[in-house]
T-cell receptor, first 115, second 115 residues
Framework: AQSVTQLDSHVSVSEGTPVLLRCNYSSSYSPSLFWYVQHPNKGLQLLLK??????LVKGINGFEAEFKKSETSFHLTKPSAHMSDAAEYFC?????????????FGTGTRLTVIP | GAVVSQHPSWVICKSGTSVKIECRSL??????MFWYRQFPKQSLMLMAT?????????EQGVEKDKFLINHASLTLSTLTVTSAHPEDSSFYIC???????????FGPGTRLTVT
């Protein structure tokens, strides 16, 4: 069975400081992993995805995530936070065996950026 | 990635009336679309999988007679909330499953308020 745990419901950082949003997953099969961002009253935008190629994945807006199988983690990082990064972030896992019909969402992490 | 639109972006209706929400895949022929609902400060909950030319597949606990889904073409799926009640007030988001890596591309969402 697949599941995702986002360890922090809320993260607050100062502008210009690093961002770390934590995600641990559970998957019976080789997972695909995604990070999506949602700004208020907006749909979800794909930040990056891991699908079995390079374990360090670079996404849009300077975000990246590292797939660590031994730790079952897929933490999202950014070297320097920008005010526009304030949003809700969702870690998502899918089972590549069954595909897109089975996306499992984490509960989300709200990122606040302090000027 | 696929570009997905939703209409309307925001709708207010009276209790007992029906509301139709459209989801369009603008640049991708989508045989499968997904409908989610999201309550405030919560994650997305999959309601149903919409299959072009056939009946939708509903998740457990979702009333198919209340949430009518029609996927008559490869670019359009509609969700009709029938006999709406205030507890149906929510943010409804559709998505398109695309590509071999199983990511989904999300519409901007529709906020439904039932008074």
């Amino acid at each position: 069975a697949q599941s995702v745990t986002q360890l922090d419901s809320h993260v607050s950082v100062s502008e210009g400081t690093p961002v770390l949003l934590r995600c641990n997953y559970s998957s019976s099969y080789s997972p695909s992993l995604f990070w999506y961002v949602q700004h208020p009253n907006k749909g979800l935008q794909l930040l990056l995805k891991y699908t079995s190629a390079a374990t360090l994945v670079k996404g849009i807006n300077g975000f990246e995530a590292e797939f660590k199988k031994s730790e079952t983690s897929f933490h999202l990082t950014k070297p320097s936070a920008h005010m526009s990064d304030a949003a809700e972030y969702f870690c998502v896992v899918s089972d590549r065996r069954t595909g897109a019909n089975n996306l499992f969402f984490g509960t989300g992490t709200r990122l606040t950026v302090i000027p | 990635g696929a570009v997905v639109s939703q209409h309307p972006s925001w709708v207010i209706c009276k209790s007992g009336t029906s509301v139709k929400i459209e989801c369009r895949s603008l640049d991708f022929q989508a045989t499968t679309m997904f409908w989610y609902r999201q309550f405030p400060k919560q994650s997305l909950m999959l309601m149903a999988t919409s299959n072009e030319g056939s009946k939708a597949t509903y998740e457990q606990g979702v009333e198919k007679d209340k949430f009518l889904i029609n996927h008559a073409s490869l670019t359009l799926s509609t969700l009709t909330v029938t006999s709406a009640h205030p507890e149906d007030s929510s943010f409804y988001i559709c998505s398109v499953g695309a590509g071999p890596t199983y990511e989904q591309y999300f519409g901007p969402g529709t906020r439904l308020t039932v008074t």
